[in-house]
């Protein structure tokens, strides 16, 4: 008895492929096949672009918030002064610092004095928040400190009227290095008729972008002694600023560094202020994901469709192959390979678009924009000023397998029913 021939020789491969690239005139259903590869490449690149351009959002945006805030906020929890009101200033806020700083994993621990005010130059005016830091812990935070975004010289920041602003500062007053800017505090000096606002003009010799749009349209940095004698705070910082060295970490250092930085003390750390909107963005990757994914299972049904019209028109080759001996395994086998032919085919076509769309998102993008007549992208709502990307190896394989497995899995239906026809059935009426 002769050996029957091993799963996916040859032989049915070579009929797959005839099937697939049959004309209309020999009851092939090319154009069912293209239709379902043009579905299913577009649901796979759809899939691939969507997942990198959610973890490059989420990227970004976490990069902005490590990038230019603080990780870790130590504030004093509020204690009545002689006036009634609850004062969280810290007095010895250089010992603290140097306390924290010695805590396994503090990068940096800087002093800092905060207050919002109003800004004015050439009629125009802008409310704002001032921090008041050394200029040496300034050159440490690294979406401020970046020369490729910024203007001016940082080494300049340091003297009793010059100053810092983000670039939406700059523009919304029209400003540019070396003019001059009204800062306007209603905290001002205290007199036996009241507290007068407190007028002070500065120096702008450096003008950062972060690429936040908040923090560049609010933010201003002045040199810590001088936000102390303008917020009225001698001798005292209002919080400390601490950045740690593995910032998705925070959390567990949270004991340490409330321990080393006393009892009145309180904490604040970038997931508690962020967290929310993380968590927010989570659970849409979630859904995004389940939507295209069954945009891919649509694109994929379409091969059912092609394979049933082709067991149809191909019913009488399937009988004569099975009264020639060909066993219901090969059958099942041929057909197989025609759906998971094409589900292979448009998922690498899918691949490769996705692929690209995401690698030259920034031209795109632009070219959209530009046709559209700009205004695509509003960095107020947003948040930052471009549509980010980032390919993930885990995002294009969980997009590759899920189009594979459902390609495979629903061309096994057809396929059976393929192998299970009766060739006597099949050849009655031919």
């Known amino acids: 008895m002769p050996a029957s021939p091993p799963p996916f020789s040859r032989f049915e491969w070579l009929i797959a492929w005839r099937y697939l690239r049959a004309r209309r005139a020999e009851g092939g259903v090319s154009v069912m096949t293209w239709i379902s590869l043009i579905g299913i490449s577009l649901a796979v690149a759809a899939l691939i672009i969507t997942l990198s351009v959610r973890a490059g959002f989420r990227a970004e945006f976490v990069d902005t918030i490590l990038g230019a805030n603080a990780h870790v906020t130590i504030y ?21 610092a140097a306390r924290i700083a010695a805590v396994p994993g503090v990068t940096r621990a800087a002093p800092l004095v905060k207050g919002q005010v109003m800004a004015s130059a050439r009629g125009a005016t802008t409310g704002v928040e001032v921090f008041g830091i050394a200029p040496e812990d300034l050159a440490t935070i690294p979406r401020i400190a970046n020369p490729d975004t910024a203007q001016g010289d940082l080494a300049t920041f340091g003297g009793e009227e010059g100053i810092a602003v983000g670039s939406g500062v700059a523009r919304a ?6 003019d001059r800017i009204k800062l306007i505090s209603p905290d001002g000096v205290k007199t036996a008729f009241g507290t007068s606002p407190r007028v002070k003009t500065y120096e702008i010799t450096y003008i950062f972008t972060a690429g936040r749009y908040d923090i560049d349209q609010t933010r201003v940095y002045m040199p810590f002694t001088e936000a102390q004698s303008y917020f009225n705070r001698e001798g005292v910082a209002d919080e400390i600023e601490i950045m740690v060295d593995r910032p998705e970490e925070v959390d567990r250092m949270a004991y340490d560094l409330l321990r080393a930085a006393g009892e009145r003390a309180l904490i604040w750390t970038w997931r508690d202020a962020s967290g929310s909107f993380l968590r927010a963005l989570d659970i849409e990757d979630n859904v995004m994901f389940i939507i295209l994914s069954v945009l891919v299972l649509i694109a994929s049904m379409n091969i059912v469709s092609g394979l049933i019209m082709l067991v149809k028109n191909k019913g009488r080759d399937i009988g004569i192959l099975r009264t020639m001996g060909l066993t219901e395994a090969s059958v099942l086998r041929v057909f197989f390979l025609c759906g998971a032919s094409t589900g292979l085919i448009g998922t690498a076509i899918g691949l490769v678009l996705g692929c690209l769309f995401a690698i030259y998102i920034d031209p795109i993008f632009a070219l959209v924009d530009r046709m559209s007549g700009g205004n ?35 061309t096994i239906f057809p396929a059976r029913r393929a192998a299970r026809m009766n060739p006597v059935e099949a050849l009655r009426y031919e």
């Open 76 to 96: 004093n929890a509020g204690e009545p002064n002689e006036a009634g009101r609850l004062d969280r200033t810290i007095p010895d806020y250089t010992d603290m």
């Open 173 to 178: 007053l029209n400003l540019t290095l070396g």
């Open 376 to 410: 695509v992208w509003d960095p107020s709502v947003r948040g930052i000023y471009a549509l980010p990307a980032l390919l993930q190896w885990k995002d294009v394989l969980s997009a590759v397998a899920l189009s594979l497995g459902l390609s495979f899995v629903v």
